[in-house]
C-alpha cells in the first residue's frame, strides 16, 4: 500500500534519511561531502535518461526532508517572486557564484597560491567552527578544500530550504531549486 505521503507527492518514503547521512558523515570524514557531487550529478542523468524531472518527483532527499520539517499548513502568504520567478532568478546566480567560488578557490588551493579551507561556511560567508571529524583521512589540500566547500553549499541551502518549508509550506524550496530550474530549462529545449 501506497502512503499517504507517498501518494501526495510521488517521493520514495525515507529518502529524507540520505540528506541526513550526508551531514553525519561529514562528522566522520569531511571527505563525504565530495559526494555533493552525486547529488548534483544525479538528476541531470536521471534527466537525460527519462526526459522528465525523476529526481524533483521521485528522489530528492532534501524534499523529502522539508516535507517531514515543513509546516502542514500555511500560515503565511507565498510570496510573489517564488512563482514570477525572480527567486529562481536570485537562486540560481547564487548558486552560480557559489560554483565559481568553490572551483577558483580550489584551483588556487591546489596550485598553492592560496590555505585550504578546513571549516564550515554557511553563504559563503560566514565561517562556523570545524567540523569534529571521527576519522582523519589524509587527502591533498585542494581535496579538503573542495570537500569543506561542497558541504558548505549544501549546509546552507538545505537550512534555507528547512526555514523556508516552516515559513511558508513544505517543499517552497522547489520553486526556486536551482536543479529544478535548471531541469526545466533543460526540458524546454
Known amino acids: 500500500m501506497i502512503s499517504d505521503n507517498k501518494k501526495r507527492t510521488g517521493l520514495v518514503k525515507g529518502v529524507f534519511l540520505v540528506t541526513l547521512l550526508y551531514f553525519s558523515l561529514g ?3 569531511i571527505l563525504f561531502g565530495l559526494s555533493a557531487l552525486l547529488c548534483m550529478a544525479i538528476p541531470f542523468i536521471l534527466l537525460a535518461r527519462y526526459k522528465r524531472k525523476l529526481w524533483c518527483s521521485a528522489y530528492c532527499p532534501r524534499a523529502s526532508l522539508l516535507l517531514k520539517t515543513g509546516t ?3 500560515n503565511r502568504p507565498i510570496p510573489r517572486q517564488f512563482s514570477n520567478g525572480t527567486l529562481k532568478k536570485v537562486m540560481l546566480w547564487y548558486f552560480g557564484v557559489n560554483l565559481f567560488f568553490i572551483t577558483g578557490s580550489t584551483i588556487q588551493v591546489a596550485m598553492g597560491n592560496m590555505a585550504s579551507m ?5 553563504f559563503i560567508a560566514i565561517p562556523l ?9 589524509q587527502a591533498p589540500p585542494a581535496i579538503m578544500h573542495l570537500s569543506y566547500r561542497l ?4 549546509l546552507s541551502s538545505t537550512l534555507l530550504g528547512i526555514a523556508l518549508s516552516r515559513l511558508y509550506r513544505p517543499r517552497i524550496w522547489c520553486a526556486i531549486c536551482p536543479v529544478g530550474t535548471v531541469s526545466t530549462a533543460l526540458l524546454k529545449k
Do not use: I, N
Not at 578546513?118 to 554557511?122: G, I, P
Not at 567552527?129 to 583521512?137: A, D, E, I, V
Not at 558541504?151 to 549544501?154: A, H, K, L, N, V
Open 151 to 154: 558541504y558548505s553549499m549544501m
Open 72 to 74: 502542514k499548513k500555511r
Open 27 to 29: 562528522f566522520v570524514s
Open 118 to 122: 578546513e571549516y564550515v561556511r554557511l
Open 129 to 137: 567552527l570545524p567540523l569534529p571529524q571521527l576519522l582523519r583521512l
